[in-house]
């Protein structure tokens, strides 16, 4: 890992000028699913949503350049740090596209037969919950607004719960190894096939861009 320094920026205009396109360059921005929540503080999504991390929402847009490198916004100032007109100026962005999802956030168990299937039932529950999120079509708006990214990575992993299945409780210990691990992936192949993923192709403005699709056992 490289650390910075980003407070030599402020030394002077010229090092400010030949500095701050290396940084912007290279270091490496980490967003998460509650990052795009929290631009939608009245709506529910399937994960909870971050604090404290825009100054403005970056689903208005990256401002209007003002005088000495001031930035004026249509919208409300938010209690966060980040601005949307200096993320836009990052070319490497990583999106860890986490999901815990548990018994008390409305999302539901799935059932799995002794062939290692998900019953159908629960296939449409688990659609139906996934389609509320709007964080990928938000994630995408604001990848927009940068000019150009470098390097786009994508880490999808996927935890949910299995529900009981008696035919597959048995004296075999790897048994229920396997039953969370067989849950775990088939939520995330059911996440890819339900397109919640689409919105990516609508960006044009990525040059490499790849999914890393992480499988928690």
């Not at 000028?17 to 631009?39: C, K, N, Q, R």
């Not at 208005?60 to 005088?67: A, D, F, S």
């Not at 849950?183 to 919640?196: C, H, L, P, Q, Y």
Request: hydrophobic share 40%; with cysteine.
């Amino acid at each position: 890992m490289m650390q910075m320094y980003p407070q030599i920026l402020c030394v002077s205009r010229q090092i400010y000028s030949e500095a701050s396109d290396i940084m912007y360059s290279e270091a490496i921005l980490m967003l998460f699913p509650g990052d795009l929540v929290s631009l939608r503080p009245n709506s529910e999504d399937i994960t909870t949503p971050s604090e404290h991390v825009w100054r403005h929402n970056p689903l208005k847009g990256i401002g209007v350049p003002g005088p000495h490198g001031t930035r004026t916004y249509e919208a409300p100032e938010l209690d966060g740090k980040m601005e949307p007109h200096i993320f836009a100026r990052f070319k490497q962005v990583n999106f860890e596209l986490d999901f815990a999802f548990g018994l008390g956030d409305g999302c539901p168990s799935l059932f799995v037969d002794a062939d290692l299937n998900i019953d159908p039932k629960d296939r449409v529950s688990f659609k139906k919950h996934l389609r509320r999120t709007k964080i990928l079509r938000d994630f995408t708006r604001v990848m927009s607004n940068a000019p150009k990214l470098t390097h786009l990575k994508i880490m999808l992993e996927i935890k949910t719960m299995p529900a009981q299945n008696p035919d597959l409780h048995d004296d075999d210990d790897n048994l229920p190894e396997l039953y969370f691990r067989t849950v775990d992936t088939k939520a995330v192949e059911m996440f890819i096939e339900f397109s919640i993923l689409n919105p990516l192709w609508t960006l044009i403005n990525v040059e490499y861009a790849y999914i890393l699709v992480i499988n928690p056992w």
